[in-house]
């Protein structure tokens, strides 16, 4: 189960670089785990490593050691196009990140981010030009994302408020999930349920050749 | 009373609200879940924390296609976590009751193109599975979308999601495709003119006569690339097409029940005078193969073209273009046609379907692939596969000196062992162009099985309509459907 999110303070790493796709963010072939262990090591991999395995020079901002431990990226338009891969929020979680700042993010991945306390901020494109130039210009200033006041601190004393799902931001300042949310509800989906028999029934259990039953 | 004209998806939307409490997302029921090896096994170890099972396994249903190797099936699976997700996929199935086609199962494919081809994607159902390309599914006329494992795991404990209502987006496509031009040139040009988010917070309902021409395959492949535009769904009204292809296949409704559901589908189109938040016009009679040069699917261009300078696209996008000129090493105003290849892939939830075996063979019957070059033809399913062959398409692409392999989605996605290498370039008739996406290092032009399958044949890419003899798509492919049941 998730923990509780309300705030963090963090210095930031700009990507100012537009459609970063999940296949950038998490490389396909990083996807044939079953669990979710060892993330951190597959985000942006392949900015990080040539084909052959070695380490780009100059190292990736990934691996550059004054980015170690930053929460907070600032990318260019539409970040997380691509598959529905939610391997590509818990690569970013599992190597730190926390927020996200865009103007605008790919349906999915958005919500892949949510269900993960991963905020993705959507911002004006004025105001991500000026968090782009503040990220240069003040590289080691702390930001401050604050998710229970909806607002943002910039070192250079300005702030700003985001909008967020409110429902999502319910369940990350709760630590908690949907699915105890939608369980609770359950009298009533059973009771639409009622009235709105199945589509489909997608049959007997098989496994591997036809006809033999799972159980 | 007249009802508020509504669109076919409101309709659909209205249909599944379970629940709508002030300031929470909808819950919306789900009449089917398509399950696949390599988004789901997260979800079901989250059940087992949970102590929950699965909910509906009637409702249900999982194949293995993203990780599952295309070679002869009685071979073992070298890639020990591939076969290890595999094994995960199965042993889930059978622990929680699931419907499950794996390796071996002669109704296995991609999951995109099994759920139509069974009959269990029909109109007016809401679909989801793990995977961005469920979209697919909407050329049914249902509103199928892809989500995540969160999400996959919320659909197993309950039937149902969470949601916000999308907002609509209408994409009409006028007139008559020329021959040459087909599905896949559609759906690329709209991409190319709204760019990869332009559908971003929107559902596509594509209409217009070029699509209701469409065949059911074509409208599959058109609905399929919805999400390359941004859009999470991209739906096609349903109409005697939809019902000629549906009518007899396993999970469709049979007899009286098939009446019944048919009366119900006729009622699905959008209403007259029902209104979209967005909608652009295109049009049909102007369309021309089309070929990505760039490393997102909206950097695409008819073959004929030139790939854009730096001033063409403007200040804003010119970082873009060059880090994806320099990538796929092409300079800014070289012709696409006549690049060179070295691999060419004909597959995938996009274009992996019969027609699209078909429109390919179509190409190479009588040819033979270019010296040097890789061929890979990939069916959708091992029904497609089965079917292919009776038809001796296989015999057509092996004559021509193609690979014809196990059905999986294979280089589309590049996990399973079949990918670019570094620096290769391939022609390929799946979905995704981005860095890497078909193999480390690799470069991509997305296009359609006629301009692949042309390409093959010359070793650069090829606007199939040089080729003498080359019927058009249409042509090729507006055949009734004949594939396996």
């Excluded at chain 2, 793990?130 to 006329?141: L, V």
């Amino acid at each position: 189960m998730p923990e509780p999110f309300v705030k963090t303070s963090s210095r930031v790493i700009s990507i100012p670089r537009a459609n970063i796709d999940t296949d950038q963010i998490c490389p396909a072939r990083f996807l044939k785990i079953t669990d979710k262990a060892n993330l951190a090591d597959a985000l942006f991999f392949d900015w990080r490593f040539t084909p052959d395995g070695a380490r780009r020079v100059p190292p990736s901002f990934i691996d550059e050691p004054h980015n170690a431990g930053r929460q907070l990226l600032v990318v260019g338009d539409n970040f997380g196009s691509g598959s529905s891969r939610e391997h590509a929020p818990w690569a970013l979680r599992a190597w730190g990140v926390r927020a996200i700042f865009s103007t605008s993010f790919a349906d999915i991945f958005k919500g892949n981010c949510l269900k993960n306390a991963l905020l993705p901020i959507v911002v004006s494109a004025e105001r991500l030009a000026a968090l782009q130039a503040l990220a240069v210009s003040n590289p080691d200033g702390e930001w401050t994302v604050d998710l229970e006041s909806q607002k943002v601190t910039l070192p250079n004393g300005g702030s700003f408020a985001f909008e967020i799902d409110p429902f999502a931001r319910t369940m990350i300042l709760a630590g908690t999930d949907e699915i105890g949310y939608v369980l609770s509800r359950l009298p009533e989906i059973e009771a639409w349920e009622a009235t709105h028999p199945a589509r489909v029934e997608t049959g007997e259990p098989r496994l591997g050749r036809e006809g033999v039953a799972a159980r | 009373m007249a009802e508020r004209p509504r669109t076919l998806v409101e309709k659909i939307w209205d249909a599944h609200v379970v629940s709508s409490e002030t300031g929470a997302p909808a819950i919306l029921a789900i009449d089917l879940h398509l399950v696949h090896e390599v988004t789901s096994p997260q979800a079901f170890t989250g059940l087992r924390e949970r102590g929950l099972k699965v909910r509906k396994p009637g409702q249900t249903v999982a194949t293995a296609d993203h990780s599952i190797p295309t070679l002869d099936p009685s071979l073992p699976i070298l890639d020990e976590l591939a076969r290890k997700q595999l094994a995960q996929i199965e042993e889930n199935c059978r622990e929680f009751g699931i419907p499950f086609y794996g390796k071996g199962s002669a109704l296995r494919g991609i999951v995109h193109v099994i759920g139509p081809e069974l009959g269990l994607t029909q109109p007016g159902m809401t679909i989801v599975c793990g995977d961005s390309h469920t979209a697919t599914h909407g050329a049914f006329g249902a509103l199928a979308f892809g989500i995540g494992t969160s999400e996959i795991e919320m659909v197993l404990a309950t039937q149902t999601l969470l949601q916000r209502r999308p907002k609509t987006f209408k994409v009409e496509i006028t007139g008559r495709l020329q021959p040459g031009v087909g599905a896949k040139d559609i759906i690329l040009a709209l991409i190319a003119r709204i760019g990869v988010g332009g559908g971003t917070g929107h559902v596509f309902e594509f209409a217009g006569d070029a699509i209701r021409a469409l065949s059911m395959e074509e409208r599959m492949t058109v609905c399929n690339m919805s999400i390359e535009g941004g859009a999470r769904a991209g739906l096609i009204a349903p109409d005697e097409t939809t019902f000629a292809y549906l009518k007899g296949r396993k999970f469709t409704p049979q007899g009286a029940a098939w009446e019944e559901a048919v009366a119900a589908w006729r009622k699905l189109p959008t209403d007259e005078g029902a209104t979209y938040d967005r909608t652009i016009v295109i049009d049909g009679d102007k369309l021309e193969p089309m070929v990505t040069y760039g490393t997102n699917p909206g950097m695409g261009i008819g073959i004929g073209g030139r790939v854009p300078t730096p001033a063409e696209v403007g200040p804003a996008q010119t970082a873009d273009l060059e880090r994806a000129l320099a990538y796929m090493g092409l300079q800014p105003g070289q012709s696409i046609a006549g690049q060179k290849l070295d691999v060419v892939f004909i597959g995938s939830c996009t274009n992996g379907r019969i027609e699209d075996m078909r429109a390919a063979a179509s190409v190479l019957r009588g040819r033979h692939v270019a010296d040097g070059l890789r061929v890979l033809v990939v069916p959708g399913s091992q029904q497609v596969k089965k079917q292919a062959e009776s038809e001796g398409l296989h015999e057509v692409f092996t004559a021509a000196g193609a690979e014809w392999r196990e059905s999986g989605c294979s280089m589309c996605i590049a996990m399973n062992g079949d990918q670019l290498e570094p620096g290769q370039y391939g022609i390929s008739t799946s979905n995704r162009n981005f860095e890497g996406r078909q193999g480390k290092g690799g470069r991509s032009f997305l296009a359609s099985p006629l301009t692949a399958a042309a390409s093959a044949v010359t070793g650069v890419v090829t606007d199939p309509r040089t080729l003498p003899g080359i019927a058009g798509h249409a042509a090729v492919s507006h055949s009734p459907s004949v594939e396996a049941r």
